[in-house]
């Protein structure tokens, strides 16, 4: 099984760059979340940044071979649905369900 995984160098390498990019990606997300110039703008931020966010920590519990740190993702994710419902119910101004 040690043939098929890349040497830790290249391993190591390529979650230095993994992780830089992340955090540039979330550094301007974050800055369109608070110059967002409408609640759209604000909101499709937010939810970007949960979702690679939860990416990351999938990618990670893998890494680590631990199926447990996967399980926060979910309710991240959740919770960024969540606010998509409660914007969108809020700028139609109508009853979630209807």
Do not use: H, Q
């Not at 604000?42 to 399980?71: E, G, K, Q, T, W």
Request: charged residues 10%; negative net charge; proline residues 6%.
């Amino acid at each position: 099984m040690n043939g098929l995984l890349p040497p830790l160098e290249v391993t190591i390498t390529l979650l230095g760059f993994a992780t830089s990019l992340f955090i540039i990606a979330s550094i301007f997300y974050f800055i369109r979340l608070i110059k967002g110039p409408t609640v759209p703008d604000m909101v499709l931020a937010v939810d970007v940044l949960a979702y690679d966010l939860a990416v990351f920590i999938i990618l990670f519990s893998i890494m680590c071979n631990s199926p447990y740190l996967a399980v926060g993702a979910l309710p991240l994710v959740l919770w960024a649905y969540l606010l998509d419902m409660y914007v969108a119910k809020y700028l139609t101004k109508r009853e979630l369900g209807e």
